[in-house]
């Protein structure tokens, strides 16, 4: 079965670096897009940011000069690097991906489990 695993997430102070990562697995055929969602208590999961097959990337406005996401097609993994981290960063981060089954005949989503990332102040 298809699975997203995400690993990277934890405890960092406000200013610091974390680099999430997200490992897709299982009887792939082909991804297109991916991305990192974020939910914070209380408030509705919102996009982070996304990244093409190709490499085009796209940025919530709130993380743009901070974030970086970028991907390896070849080993199905999606990172994002996150830089001065703000308190208000503090959330569960999803890893998405929109892909096609070994058989299937459309793109389907996924979602990974979640990793939390929490910024002290």
């Known amino acids: 079965q298809v699975q997203l695993v995400e690993s990277g997430g934890g405890l960092v102070q406000a200013g610091g670096s974390l680099r999430l990562s997200c490992a897709a697995s299982g009887p792939i055929f082909s991804i297109n897009a991916m991305g990192w969602y974020r939910q914070a208590p209380g408030k509705q999961r919102e996009l982070v940011a996304t990244i093409s097959s190709g490499g085009v990337t796209n940025y919530a406005d709130s993380v743009k000069g901070r974030f970086t996401i970028f991907r390896d097609n070849a080993k199905k993994t999606v990172w994002l690097q996150m830089n001065s981290l703000k308190p208000e960063d503090t959330a569960v981060y999803y890893c998405?991906?929109?892909?096609?089954?070994?058989?299937?005949?459309?793109?389907?989503?996924?979602w990974g489990q979640g990793t939390l990332v929490t910024v002290s102040s």
């Open positions: 998405n991906a929109d892909l096609l089954v070994l058989g299937g005949y459309k793109y389907l989503e996924f």
